[in-house]
Each structure stands twice: as structure tokens, then as C-alpha cells.
């Protein structure tokens, strides 16, 4: 027999076949993937670990409802707005408010009015006379100059107080005076509105008592979309950054504004990245005021059908830590630490998890992960052995066709 036509010369390229077959299967576990499996997350999540500790969560009606009392970054618990309407107080006169002060007198022989009068018939002993000092700029020491009555003192009064402060100053040089106090220039009250609205501006505050969106209103209104808008107030060295669709949603957010306040609005579109089995991966905007953990699904394109595992919907997030330990036990390694690491995991493989899945609300930066499914390795190892051992068994047909 021809040693080359032997059946054990026949079997050399199936055996080379066979051992890369068995080097692919033992390579399986390091194939390529998009992520972990939902099985090496869960084997991943261990409470005791000090490395890459993360809290894991099923996404269920008891997880939901603790995130609907989540405590949101809130203007109120910051700056409060305990004042009712009727008991907000007269804006003080500050420096650099222009006042115009007009004095009114009682009889024949005025101080103020005489000379004005000097071409009218002589007033009875009961008639008033007024005179209007000029509008000035409450100066950088605070005061005002009122004639025979000197310098008075404004800035951080109101204008009765100013009024009053005149009419006493007075007594004695003009005859039973009665003073009025106006502000025709309001440089101190003002709030400053900047950013996306229509004209930013200083806009004055007055006793009505503004609030943040009458406000905003004054300056024009907002370019963008509600939803895509964010606003930020500054009050002294205390700043606190919202979604406007929060002020919107709840009035109690609707605070009134203080002198000095600056109001910074700005465009800021809410997004979450979807990655893994989805059919579209990328940063995705919200395009709208609320989007639940279903809607971003499909605005992902929705579960790949040959890759996806229905029961492997991650999604991760940082929670503050009141939050996270009312979702259970935080792990170990996450001592001390004020945003922890959760991982939210949600089955579609049954029914009520779409409803579960209508009622999370996503937020701002989340990250959606699908697993891949466990045949979808069996299908990258198979189609690897393909690659493999097809040129041999190609091969071995061509040298037995020759032969």
C-alpha cells in the first residue's frame, strides 16, 4: 500500500481540524463581546468586595415606588419660601436707586413752595403747596440730600422710613410737612437673568414679590424647549442647578427671587447611552419632559432578536446614599461613600416586566446595557471553527481529488 493513500495519512489534516476546534472551545470564554453576560454580572456582584463594589437591584414595584420618593435636588429645601404674600416685606432703597422725594406743606408761608408761588394769588391758611426735589442717585455712603434737612440716610430703608426720617428731620422748618418717597430707578433690587432667554437683562424686583418664572417671563421667556432647559440659581455663595420642567411640575419650586440673585439659564439636553444587544448604540436625547425605561428601549432600537438576553436589562447609575439604602443593603466596600454605584436589572422575558419597565423613569446620564444571550457565544465559537476548518477540510478534498 502507498504510504500517502493510508488511512492514518488521511486523517492528518481532520486531526489539525480537530485540535483548532479544541483550541477555539477552550478560547470561548475570551471571545469578543459587547459586555458581560447577566450571569457575570451577578457573579460580579459580591457585597464583601472592596474592588469595583456595586450595588445590584431588581427592578420590581417595591424598587419603583422608592424611587418615586426620591428627594430631588430641590430650590425650596435650599433657599425656602416660607413668606406669604401678604407678609413679604418693602424692598429697602439701595445704593445707586434713583429717588425723587416731594414735600407737601400746610399754610400761607411755605418753605418750599413760597418761591414757586411768587406769581400766584397768597394760598389761604388751610391750602398745601408741594415741591418735587429732583430725582438723585442714592449715593455710595448710603444717603440723599433733602433741602434744610441735610444729608438722610437711604440705603437699606424703605421708602416710608425714608419718609419718615425727611418729615422728622424737618419739623420745626417747614410748616406741618407731609412727605412721599418714590423709586423711579431700581438698580439695587434686581435679579440677573442670563443665558437661553430672549433678553437677558437685570430685571427690578418690586413688592409684588416675584417668583422664578415671573421672572423669566420679564426677561422674554426661554429659546428652548422646556424640557431641554435647565436653570440655575445663585444666592449668595449657596447654587443649586435644576430641570425647568421641575419648577413647572411642582409650585412649591416657583420661589420667589431675591435682590441679587443671578439667574443662569441654559440648554442643556438630558441624554442616557445605550450599549450591548440593542439595535442602536449611542448617546440618545430624551426629546421630551419624561422618558421611561421602555421608551429608551425602543428609542435604542429595541432588543436584538439574535443577540439580546430578554432577561439581562441593566441599567446602571449613581443613587445618593439615602437613596441606595432604602433599595437594600449597600455593600461593604461602599462605606462612607455618598453616591454608590447601583445597577438596576430588569426581566423582559415576562409580562409584567413591560409594565415594570413603563414606570422607571430614566435620568439624566443613565447607561441602558443589554447582555447577550448565552447562544450567541455558541454562534461566535461555531462560526469560528468555521473559519478554521474549512480551508483544512477545502484542503484535504483538493489533495484526495488529486490523488
Given at each position: 500500500?502507498?504510504?500517502?493513500?493510508?488511512p492514518?495519512?488521511?486523517r492528518g489534516?481532520?486531526?489539525?481540524?480537530?485540535?483548532?476546534?479544541?483550541l477555539?472551545l477552550?478560547?470561548?470564554s475570551?471571545?469578543?463581546?459587547?459586555?458581560?453576560?447577566s450571569?457575570?454580572?451577578?457573579?460580579q456582584y459580591q457585597?464583601?468586595?472592596?474592588?469595583?463594589?456595586?450595588?445590584l437591584?431588581?427592578i420590581n414595584a417595591t424598587?419603583?415606588?422608592?424611587?418615586?420618593?426620591?428627594?430631588?435636588t430641590?430650590l425650596?429645601?435650599r433657599f425656602?419660601?416660607?413668606?406669604?404674600?401678604?407678609?413679604?416685606?418693602?424692598?429697602a432703597i439701595?445704593?445707586?436707586?434713583?429717588v425723587?422725594?416731594?414735600?407737601w406743606?400746610v399754610?400761607a408761608d411755605t418753605?418750599f413752595?413760597a418761591?414757586?408761588?411768587?406769581?400766584l394769588?397768597?394760598p389761604?391758611v388751610n391750602?398745601?403747596?408741594?415741591?418735587v426735589?429732583?430725582?438723585?442717585?442714592?449715593?455710595?455712603?448710603?444717603?440723599?440730600t433733602?433741602?434744610?434737612?441735610?444729608?438722610?440716610?437711604?440705603a437699606?430703608?424703605?421708602?416710608?422710613?425714608?419718609?419718615?426720617?425727611?418729615?422728622?428731620a424737618l419739623?420745626?422748618k417747614?410748616?406741618k410737612?407731609?412727605?412721599l418717597?418714590?423709586?423711579?430707578?431700581?438698580?439695587?433690587?434686581?435679579?440677573?437673568v442670563?443665558?437661553?432667554v430672549?433678553n437677558?437683562a437685570?430685571?427690578?424686583?418690586?413688592n409684588?414679590g416675584?417668583?422664578?418664572?415671573?421672572?423669566?417671563?420679564?426677561?422674554?421667556?426661554i429659546?428652548a424647549?422646556?424640557?431641554?432647559?435647565q436653570?440655575q440659581?445663585t444666592?449668595?455663595?449657596?447654587s443649586?442647578t435644576?430641570?425647568?420642567?421641575?419648577?413647572?411640575r411642582d409650585?412649591?419650586e416657583?420661589?420667589?427671587m431675591?435682590?441679587?440673585d443671578?439667574?443662569?439659564?441654559?440648554?442643556q439636553?438630558?441624554t442616557f447611552?445605550?450599549?450591548?444587544?440593542?439595535?442602536?448604540n449611542?448617546?440618545?436625547?430624551?426629546?421630551?419632559a419624561?422618558v421611561?425605561l421602555g421608551?429608551?428601549?425602543a428609542k435604542a432600537g429595541?432588543?436584538?432578536?439574535?443577540?439580546?438576553?430578554?432577561?439581562?436589562?441593566?441599567?446602571f447609575?449613581?443613587?445618593p446614599r439615602?437613596?441606595?439604602?432604602s433599595?437594600?443593603?449597600?455593600?461593604?466596600?461602599?462605606?462612607?461613600?455618598?453616591s454608590?454605584?447601583?445597577?438596576?436589572?430588569?426581566?423582559?422575558?415576562?409580562?409584567g416586566?413591560?409594565?415594570?419597565a413603563?414606570?422607571?423613569?430614566?435620568?439624566?446620564h443613565?447607561m441602558?446595557?443589554?447582555?447577550?444571550?448565552?447562544s450567541?457565544?455558541?454562534?461566535k465559537f461555531?462560526?469560528?471553527?468555521?473559519?478554521?476548518?474549512q480551508?483544512?477540510?477545502?484542503?484535504?478534498a483538493?489533495?484526495?481529488?488529486v490523488?
Open positions: 500500500m502507498n504510504p500517502s493513500l493510508s492514518r495519512a488521511d489534516p481532520f486531526r489539525l481540524g480537530a485540535a483548532a476546534a479544541a477555539c477552550a478560547a470561548c475570551s471571545l469578543p463581546g459587547t459586555g458581560p453576560r450571569a457575570q454580572v451577578q457573579e457585597p464583601d468586595a472592596s474592588n469595583h463594589p456595586f450595588q437591584v431588581d424598587a419603583i415606588q422608592v424611587l418615586q420618593q426620591r428627594p430631588d430641590a425650596m429645601s425656602s419660601d416660607t413668606a406669604a404674600p401678604a407678609t413679604v416685606p418693602d424692598l439701595g445704593r445707586g436707586d434713583g425723587t422725594v416731594t414735600i406743606e399754610g418753605l413752595s418761591g414757586a408761588a411768587a406769581n394769588p397768597l389761604t391750602s398745601a403747596r408741594g415741591a426735589i429732583p430725582e438723585q442717585v442714592v449715593a455710595s455712603d448710603g444717603s440723599i433733602i433741602p434744610f434737612a441735610g444729608r438722610i440716610e437711604a437699606g430703608h424703605t421708602p416710608l422710613q425714608v419718609q419718615q426720617s425727611v418729615e422728622q419739623t420745626g417747614a410748616q410737612p407731609q412727605v418717597v418714590n423709586v423711579n430707578h431700581n438698580a439695587s433690587n434686581t435679579v440677573t442670563v443665558g437661553e430672549t437677558g437685570r430685571v427690578p424686583l418690586t409684588y416675584e417668583r422664578l418664572l415671573d421672572v423669566l417671563a420679564a426677561a422674554g421667556g429659546r424647549p422646556t424640557y431641554e432647559t436653570v440659581l444666592r449668595g455663595d449657596s443649586v435644576l430641570p425647568l420642567t421641575q419648577v413647572l409650585p412649591r416657583n420661589i420667589r431675591r435682590a441679587g443671578d439667574l443662569i439659564v441654559t440648554r439636553p438630558e447611552t445605550a450599549l450591548g444587544a440593542t439595535g442602536h449611542a448617546q440618545i436625547n430624551f426629546d421630551a419624561r421611561s421608551e429608551a428601549v429595541g432588543l436584538v432578536d439574535t443577540r439580546a438576553d430578554p432577561r439581562g436589562v441593566f441599567l447609575r449613581h443613587e439615602a437613596v441606595a439604602e433599595l437594600g443593603p449597600v455593600p461593604e466596600g461602599l462605606a462612607g461613600v455618598d454608590v454605584p447601583v445597577v438596576y436589572r430588569l426581566d423582559l422575558s415576562q409580562a416586566g413591560f409594565f415594570l413603563q414606570n422607571f423613569d430614566m435620568r439624566d443613565d441602558l446595557y443589554v447582555a447577550n444571550a448565552s450567541t457565544e455558541l454562534e461555531l462560526f469560528l471553527v468555521g473559519l478554521v476548518a480551508p483544512i477540510i477545502s484542503g484535504a483538493v489533495e484526495g481529488a490523488r
